[in-house]
């Protein structure tokens, strides 16, 4: 019997709260206080941190609508 294995998935880029308060020239916090609005989706590392996916990111910095 041979084992199968998962194909590797593509890493999406992530972005750390601070990477995405810099891009937005606004404080970490509001960053936290996005997510909480549902504004951006954040993704848990197995630690419990935050990481924002840069495509969401980039959308909303560009005006787009999730």
Known sequence: ???RRAAPVAA???LLP???AELFRVNVKTVS???EA???TPVYTPGGHRRYREAEVLALRNG???
């Open 1 to 3: 019997m041979t084992r």
């Open 12 to 14: 999406e880029p992530l």
């Open 18 to 20: 601070l990477e995405v």
């Open 33 to 35: 206080r996005w997510a």
């Open 38 to 40: 549902g504004k951006l």
């Open 64 to 66: 787009g609508a999730r």
